[in-house]
């Protein structure tokens, strides 16, 4: 998979990448990198032909998907494998503790639902702050909640399709959520879980 992000074919590449996001494989760090300066891109106006919505307000500017599956494995890969907590020390060259790093006080969300609960996107987040309602994408979509961690919520699909420009979830579909480059930003003593906690809402009770 690390050798398709060089290969001719863009859609290769950009399959690639969202493997890469999948599989978590932090091996694939430096290549992924080195995609995110990737100069395929693609005409808005063919990616979005059909779309009224983009038709009305979308952008001229092209589209790097390439750049854009990078980016989304590589945020993903950084969030399962955290930076070591040693460092190679400069004048002995050996391996020390790492500087200790001050706690930031997390950013209080409410915890709205649990494992094995039933939850909606009932608003999502972008660079210009939340917007009430799900994205296009996810309306009529259900999700069961399989599994929370610090850092990621998993949710497997249960009701509707979410199709995405990249790929496309069908009921059983397990997606693995975190928090965006974006809502980091704004809430940068968050954890990696609470974009999600923002965003979605329990619908149904848990199930036994």
């Known amino acids: 998979m690390i050798e398709a992000l060089k290969h001719p074919n863009e859609s290769v590449r ?3 990448a969202l493997a890469l996001f999948k599989v978590g494989d932090e091996r694939a760090i430096p290549a992924l990198t080195a995609a995110l300066e990737d100069p395929a891109a693609t005409d808005p106006a063919v990616l979005h032909r059909g779309d009224r919505s983009w038709e009305e307000m979308g952008s001229d500017e092209p589209d790097y998907l390439v750049r854009k599956a990078a980016r989304l494995a590589l ?5 399962r494998h955290p930076a070591p907590t040693t460092a190679i020390s400069p004048n002995t060259g050996e391996t ?3 500087a200790p790093v001050q706690a930031a006080q997390p950013h209080a969300v409410e915890v709205p639902f649990q494992v094995g609960d039933i939850v909606e996107q009932y608003r999502h987040h972008t660079q210009d702050g939340f917007v009430n309602g799900p994205r296009a ?6 999700w069961k909640v399989v599994g929370i961690t ?9 009701e509707g399709i979410e199709d995405w420009t990249y790929f496309k979830y069908s009921p059983g579909d397990v997606m693995t959520l975190g928090s965006s480059e974006y809502y980091r930003a704004a809430f940068p003593d968050s954890k990696g879980y609470q974009q999600v906690f923002d965003t979605f809402r329990k619908i149904g009770k848990k199930t036994q």
């Open 14 to 16: 950009v399959d690639a």
């Open 75 to 79: 945020d993903m890969i950084r969030r």
């Open 96 to 98: 020390q503790p790492a």
């Open 137 to 142: 994408e996810s309306i009529g979509t259900k």
């Open 150 to 158: 610090d850092e990621l919520v998993s949710l497997e699909l249960v």
